[in-house]
């Protein structure tokens, strides 16, 4: 029977952030080696500005609707269960014993495990350094998912890592909830990096950028000193091992 691995990502319009899907995209086609490749994207506008630029990448609908038949995985790149991953379950479901078997894999952040291993692999990839502080961005939800931002911190806590924040740019904690942290823990610079799949447009503008509205730009008209690491969560091999220990659980 024929086998289909479809991966389905939020997607980019950031070049140089591609990569980071592109990265996690080949570490689960290699965890699935007997199995075909299909990718999706579910953002419309990054559908439509890629199709502008000449590359055609399908609808979670879509990607569905092309497949031949046979047995179906559908793992998502996508952080937490949020609201994304919801539309994702109910597109999956509208398949589900219409052509073929169908399966869905896990977000990124599925389970207390999970938490845990993020915190290890972002612990060892940026160390504790003077006077520093490392604030993690995250997109944010409305929905209940959202408390794994909290959550995190605190595992970064129970790990002796207190430099660590973690706020969401569309969310709860804000960059305002964390700033009181900050200021009683003799923080001189204040080290920025998304905590998302990609660096793409939040990284680079929200995050980043020269705006005034920018965490950089608040952060600097606080007092701090701010470095930005554009690298998004794709990078970490261990980040990419964890959405290859998801797809297995299917696979098995
Ligand atoms: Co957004």
Same mark, same amino acid.
């Given at each position: 029977?024929?086998? /289909?691995?479809?991966?389905?990502?939020?997607? /980019?319009?950031?070049?140089?952030?591609?990569?980071?899907?592109?990265?996690?995209?080949?570490?689960?086609?290699?965890?699935?080696?007997?199995?075909?490749?299909?990718?999706?994207? %579910?953002?419309? /506008?990054?559908?439509?500005?890629?199709?502008?630029?000449?590359?055609?990448?399908?609808?979670?609908?879509?990607?569905?609707?092309?497949?031949?038949?046979?047995?179906?995985?559908?793992?998502?790149?996508?952080?937490?269960?949020?609201?994304?991953?919801?539309?994702?379950?109910?597109?999956?479901?509208?398949?589900?014993? #219409?052509?073929?078997?169908?399966?869905?894999?896990?977000?990124?952040?599925?389970?207390?495990?999970?938490?845990?291993?993020?915190?290890?692999?972002?612990?060892? &990839?940026?160390?504790?350094?003077?006077?520093?502080? !490392?604030?993690?961005?995250?997109?944010?939800?409305?929905?209940?998912?959202?408390?794994?931002?909290?959550?995190?911190?605190?595992?970064?806590?129970?790990?002796?890592?207190?430099?660590?924040?973690?706020?969401?740019?569309?969310?709860?904690?804000?960059?305002?909830?964390?700033?009181?942290?900050?200021?009683?823990?003799?923080?001189? /610079?204040?080290?920025?990096?998304?905590?998302?799949?990609?660096?793409?447009?939040?990284?680079?503008?929200?995050?980043?950028?020269? &705006?005034?509205?920018?965490? #950089?730009?608040?952060?600097?008209?606080?007092?701090?000193? %701010?470095?930005?690491?554009?690298?998004?969560?794709?990078?970490?091999?261990?980040?990419?091992?964890?959405?290859?220990?998801?797809?297995?659980?299917? !696979? &098995?």
């Amino acid at each position: 029977m024929r086998k /289909t691995l479809l991966c389905v990502s939020f997607g /980019t319009r950031v070049e140089t952030a591609r990569r980071h899907i592109t990265l996690v995209e080949n570490a689960l086609r290699e965890a699935a080696p007997d199995y075909a490749f299909v990718r999706a994207f %579910t953002s419309p /506008t990054i559908r439509r500005i890629l199709q502008a630029r000449g590359e055609t990448v399908p609808s979670l609908e879509q990607a569905l609707a092309e497949l031949p038949g046979g047995q179906v995985i559908v793992q998502p790149t996508h952080l937490l269960y949020g609201i994304e991953y919801d539309r994702i379950k109910q597109t999956v479901a509208n398949w589900t014993g #219409k052509l073929f078997s169908v399966a869905l894999g896990k977000p990124l952040l599925a389970g207390t495990d999970d938490l845990q291993h993020l915190a290890r692999a972002l612990s060892r &990839a940026y160390p504790p350094a003077e006077g520093e502080a !490392l604030v993690l961005m995250g997109h944010g939800t409305p929905h209940f998912a959202g408390v794994v931002y909290p959550a995190l911190q605190s595992v970064f806590r129970m790990l002796g890592r207190p430099d660590i924040h973690v706020a969401a740019v569309e969310g709860w904690p804000a960059l305002e909830d964390i700033l009181p942290m900050l200021d009683g823990a003799a923080v001189k /610079t204040v080290r920025l990096l998304p905590l998302m799949l990609v660096a793409g447009d939040h990284a680079w503008n929200d995050m980043a950028g020269d &705006a005034p509205e920018s965490w #950089k730009s608040r952060l600097n008209a606080a007092g701090f000193d %701010t470095r930005c690491t554009l690298q998004g969560l794709g990078e970490l091999p261990e980040v990419r091992a964890m959405y290859c220990r998801h797809l297995r659980e299917l !696979l &098995a």
